[in-house]
Nanobody, 124 residues
């Protein structure tokens, strides 16, 4: 059973930064892509960023491109999301997700495993 535990959410001011981390357990971490999604109140879950099993290929949602950076440490079974130049519209619950395949994907259906989510709130 794959388990994902997010940390690092909280409150930031517009223009500030936050770093999210996700610790994974339960299978060979480096074999699978990992991703971050977010969901704001009243909105559908949105793709944020993903990277493939060895971290060599990354993919970002248009709304975060150039501001967020996804990375992974396969020795520590962790995936991180560095969020810079935060905007109020980045406010959401952020979810770490583990894919069923090695290659990067932005498709929600390719991620059968999910963390519990961590709240990020960006004030004006």
């Amino acid at each position: 059973q794959v388990q994902l535990v997010e940390s690092g959410g909280g409150l930031a001011q517009a223009g500030g930064s936050l770093r999210l981390s996700c610790a994974a357990s339960g299978r060979t971490f480096s074999r699978y892509a990992m991703g971050w999604f977010r969901q704001a109140p009243g909105k559908e879950r949105e793709f944020v960023a993903a990277l493939n099993g060895n971290g060599g290929s990354t993919y970002y949602g248009d709304s975060v491109k150039g501001r967020f950076t996804i990375s992974r440490d396969n020795a520590k079974n962790t995936v991180n999301l560095q969020m810079n130049s935060l905007k109020p519209e980045d406010t959401a619950v952020y979810y770490c997700a583990a894919s069923s395949r090695f290659y990067v994907s932005r498709d929600y259906d390719d991620y059968p495993y999910w963390g519990q989510g961590t709240q990020v709130t960006v004030s004006e």
